[in-house]
């Protein structure tokens, strides 16, 4: 009997220009064997249109969620910090206010920055 795998997994080919401007996590998928992981990868954010601000929003909270930081202010701050660059990292880190970012203030920092990339009314209806 052939088994067959319920989700086939695609390498992708990825030039050293591309690796240059993602940041890799490795995700532990069973907390008792180390060597079950899987690597996942989101570009770095340093500018870009609405929409790839909607998009890196939606590949950061994956990241959030896969590596369990949903609860974990430090972590996600850490991340945040490695993911953005440039301009936008400047202006998160002037929105953080505090040495020890809380849940709160990283939330409330992303919410200002959705502000900021979104057109006025879109903004206001995406972060209500």
Not at 4 to 21: G, R
Not at 49 to 72: D, G, M, R, Y
Not at 98 to 111: E, F, N, R, V, W
Request: hydrophobic share 40%; proline share 3%.
């Amino acid at each position: 009997m052939k088994i067959s795998a319920a989700i086939t997994l695609k390498e992708e080919l990825v030039s050293s220009e591309d690796l240059s401007d993602k940041v890799s996590f490795n995700i532990l998928l069973d907390p008792t064997d180390k060597e079950d992981k899987v690597k996942m990868s989101i570009a770095r954010f340093g500018s870009g249109t609405p929409e790839e601000w909607v998009k890196f929003l939606q590949n950061l909270n994956k990241v959030i969620s896969a590596n369990n930081w949903n609860s974990k202010a430090a972590q996600q701050h850490s991340a945040i910090k490695l993911i953005l660059k440039g301009e936008v990292e400047a202006l998160y880190s002037r929105l953080i206010v505090t040495a020890t970012p809380t849940g709160d203030s990283i939330k409330d920092a992303l919410q200002a920055m959705t502000k900021q990339y979104l057109p006025i009314d879109c903004a206001k209806n995406t972060v209500r």
